[in-house]
């Protein structure tokens, strides 16, 4: 699809030029498509559910490979991209998927952002089912992870369920996540540069995210969640996914780059460098059993 992203270059302060879209982000150099309206969406008459996920599967990789698939680590980069700083606060990135039910996230130290220098360590959080895993890797003098309350900790269990269950369905199409979901054909949506096929997928405790497909290449372009998923924007924001620069690794065809924007007000942007497919569990998600 092409691109229509406006940019507009400015100065600000000591001559750092920053790029402004039409959204109101700032996502470095890296381009995506149109944004696709919810409100135009067109019904379809023909439940074409079962044909849109099977195309959908098969631009990701063959059977073979998918069927065979027990782990999927991304490795990058994490950007806060608003227009404020010349240069956006940036974190090194991990997720570990492991169907079904194991998930982790790990977040390795920032950069400066507006003179702070964040925390020191590499933080990992995640979940095995429903235990809640989190450690500090290397910390600083002074840091540390306190254990959170019960009802803390469940709270947590949740968030990182809903999150891993929309990396596995964003990427994979997947019906192997930590929340059981169903998929259906809600019809067709319009942008700037074309239509797309909209599948919504709807989980347990309210979880459901619609997926926006182009209609040619049957790649998802866009994934909106109910519920929010990243961390960053204003409270009760709207969340939007969009995904770029699909590329061949290990025989799927995965986005490099995600941006997240809240409102069209602030930007997250994942850049992906590396992938590895099938790797061995990690310690922090095998029970005691298995370790």
């Known amino acids: ?30 381009e995506y498509g149109d944004v696709f309206v919810p409100s135009g969406l067109r019904q379809n008459p023909a439940d074409a559910t079962g044909g849109l ?45 492991f169907p079904p039910s194991g998930f982790l996230q790990t977040f390795r130290p920032t950069t400066p952002f507006f003179g702070q220098t964040g925390i020191a360590g590499t933080t990992i959080r995640g979940v095995a089912g429903e235990r809640f895993v989190a450690r500090l890797v290397n910390p600083s ?43 259906s054909h809600i019809g067709v949506a319009e942008s700037k540069d074309g239509s797309a096929d909209v599948l919504e997928a709807r989980g ?5 995210l619609r997926l926006y497909l182009d209609k040619s290449t049957h790649r998802v372009l866009m994934m909106e969640p109910t519920v929010r998923l990243e961390v960053g924007g204003p409270q009760n924001a709207a969340e939007r996914w969009r995904f770029s620069g699909y590329v061949s690794r290990s025989g799927l065809s995965l986005p490099k780059l995600i941006l997240i924007d809240f409102n069209r007000q602030v930007g997250v942007e994942w850049e992906f460098s590396s992938v590895v497919v099938n790797p061995p569990k990690p310690h922090d998600l095998q029970t005691p059993e298995t370790r």
């Open 1 to 30: 699809m092409p691109t229509r992203i406006w940019r507009v270059a400015f100065l600000l302060g000591a001559a750092w030029p920053l790029l402004i879209t039409a959204d109101g982000l700032r996502p470095s150099m890296h």
């Open 53 to 97: 996920l099977q195309a959908g599967r098969q631009a990701i990789g063959s059977g073979r490979v998918l069927d065979s698939l027990s782990g999927l680590v991304l490795v990058g980069e994490r950007r806060f991209v608003t227009g404020l700083s010349a240069e956006p606060q940036r974190q090194g990135l991990e997720f570990g998927l």
């Open 141 to 183: 003098p002074g840091e540390g992870l306190r254990r959170l309350p019960p009802a803390a900790e469940h709270e947590q269990v949740v968030k990182l369920q809903r999150f891993g269950t929309a990396l596995l369905v964003s990427l994979l199409l997947s019906e192997n996540t930590p929340i059981p979901i169903e998929y």
């Open 204 to 208: 347990a405790g309210g979880f459901a």
